[in-house]
C-alpha cells in the first residue's frame, strides 16, 4: 500500500540552526513527491517537487530536498531557518487513481516545526 | 499570494442551514480538487473534478454536493451538516489531470467552518 511516513511530529530549532525534516514512502513505482508548507490559517503551498532527474531539488525559501531510492527518502533541509519558517510541513507522495488520468496527494501526517528567537 | 481564491474564509452554521462555498482559480486549470483538514491533521481529498466532470468522490457523504459550473469555479454545496463536519476545507486545483510530475497542486486558503 502506498503511504508516507514523516517520523517527527514536533521539531524546534534555534533561528539561524539548520534543519532536516525526515520523510519516508512506500510506492511501488516512480514516486512523484512535494514538500509543502502550511502557516495557520493558511492552505498549502509548495516549497519543492521531485519526478525525475537531479535527485538533490531546490526549493523556494531556500529550502532544498534530496531524494534517496534505496533509502525511500524524501527530506527537505534548509542549512539557516528563520523564525517566519514556522510553520507545519507536509510530505506528500502523487498517486494514479483507478480512474485513468486522476490523481491524487498522498500525504505524511506533517511536521509541526517550532523556531527558537 | 494565492491563485486560488476560497470564499468565505469563515463560515459558520447551524445544522439545519444550507450554504455553499466557493472556489475560483484563472490559471486554465482542468482538474480541480476539494479537501478537508481537521486540526493538527493532513488535508483528506473529498471530491475531484477532472474537465469539469466529477471522476472521484471519496466516499464523501450526501450532506456534501460538489458542483463544478465551468472551468474556473467549483463550488462545495453544504445541507444538515453535523458537529464533526467542522473543519478547513481547502480547494485545489492542478494544470490537468494525469501525471503530477509538472502539475503540482496549487491550494487556496481554505473556508474554515464552523457547525453549530
Known amino acids: 500500500a502506498q503511504s508516507v511516513t514523516q517520523p517527527d511530529i514536533h521539531i524546534t530549532v534555534s533561528e539561524g540552526a539548520s534543519l532536516e525534516l525526515r520523510c519516508n514512502y512506500s510506492?511501488?513505482?516512480?514516486?512523484?513527491l512535494f514538500w509543502y508548507v502550511q502557516s495557520p490559517g493558511q492552505g498549502l503551498q509548495l516549497l519543492l517537487k521531485y519526478f525525475s532527474g537531479d535527485t538533490l531539488v531546490q526549493g523556494i525559501k531556500g529550502f532544498e530536498a534530496e531524494f534517496k531510492r534505496s533509502q525511500s527518502s524524501f527530506n527537505l533541509r534548509k542549512p539557516s531557518v528563520h523564525w517566519s519558517d514556522a510553520a507545519e510541513y507536509f510530505c506528500a507522495v502523487g498517486a494514479p487513481l483507478e480512474v485513468s488520468g486522476t490523481y491524487k496527494y498522498i500525504f505524511g501526517t506533517g511536521t509541526r516545526l517550532k523556531v527558537l528567537a | 499570494d494565492t491563485e486560488v481564491t476560497q470564499t468565505p474564509k469563515h463560515l459558520v452554521m447551524g445544522m439545519t442551514n444550507k450554504k455553499s462555498l466557493k472556489c475560483e482559480q484563472h490559471m486554465g486549470h482542468r482538474a480541480m480538487y476539494w479537501y478537508k483538514q481537521k486540526a493538527k491533521k493532513p488535508p483528506e481529498l473529498m471530491f475531484v473534478y477532472s474537465y469539469e466532470k466529477l471522476s472521484i468522490n471519496e466516499s464523501v457523504p450526501s450532506r456534501f454536493s460538489p458542483e463544478c459550473p465551468n472551468s474556473s469555479l467549483l463550488n462545495l454545496h453544504l445541507h444538515a451538516l453535523q458537529p464533526e463536519d467542522s473543519a478547513l476545507y481547502l480547494c485545489?486545483?492542478?494544470?490537468?489531470?494525469?501525471?503530477?510530475?509538472?502539475?503540482?497542486?496549487?491550494f487556496g486558503d481554505g473556508t474554515r467552518l464552523s457547525i453549530l
Open positions: 485545489a486545483s492542478s494544470q490537468k489531470p494525469g501525471s503530477p510530475g509538472n502539475q503540482p497542486q496549487h
Open positions: 510506492y511501488g513505482a516512480t514516486p512523484y
